[in-house]
């Protein structure tokens, strides 16, 4: 049985992660914001958070700490003209200094164990430019960054790795996948021609977390259907 942490539970990839984790029987902490959940699991407790106080307060975490998994984000798709500076700045703090911070005040359990791993969620519109995606690509190409950066900094004690996902079917998603035409529209850009799905990701994350991926650190996974590398 491991300790996990998951910072953004309570829904989307976060969520089906934590059950995941909790499913298999390992001791799962997670977050939340806004909303509030109840866990349907003894071994799955959720705490609030916002990660954008100046101070996190990790108290509830245990001793020992073997993988942190970063959640947060968000989607804002405009033309680069209408988008304000105040705008890049936000997604910067939540994507970007917000797990700066969750890390900084989980080193010390994370250091605890033999080996630990973290990870963190990017995008394929990163690597691959995409219309209207200024603003995300901008403080997920700071994550991947920082993803590479740590992973040099705390080999070999600390695995850190990047999932980068294209469009996945989750309530961030919401308003790109809001009809029946958006979804098959979606679905038809990808090679695999379909949709993304939260388990999708989060199996990717179970892996990158357990001890099957323990020569791996410092990479981007591109879970994105085929989108960032295929042409059919």
Partial sequence: MKNYLIIGGSSGIGMALAYQLASAGHQVWATYNQSEVQSQYSNLQ???LNVLD??????FLPEKLDGLVYCPGSINLKPFHRLKPDAFVADFQLQVLGAIKSIQASLKPLKAVEQSSIVFFSTVAVQSGFNFHSQVAVSKGAIEGLARSLAAEFAPKIRVNCIAPSLTDTPLASKLL??????????QRHPLKRIGTAQDIAETAAFLLSEKSSWISGQILH???GMSVLKT
């Fill in 178 to 187: 809001s009809t029946d035409e958006k979804r098959a529209a979606n679905a």
């Fill in 54 to 59: 100046e101070n996190l307060d990790m108290s």
């Fill in 223 to 225: 879970v994105d259907g």
């Fill in 46 to 48: 959720y705490h609030h």
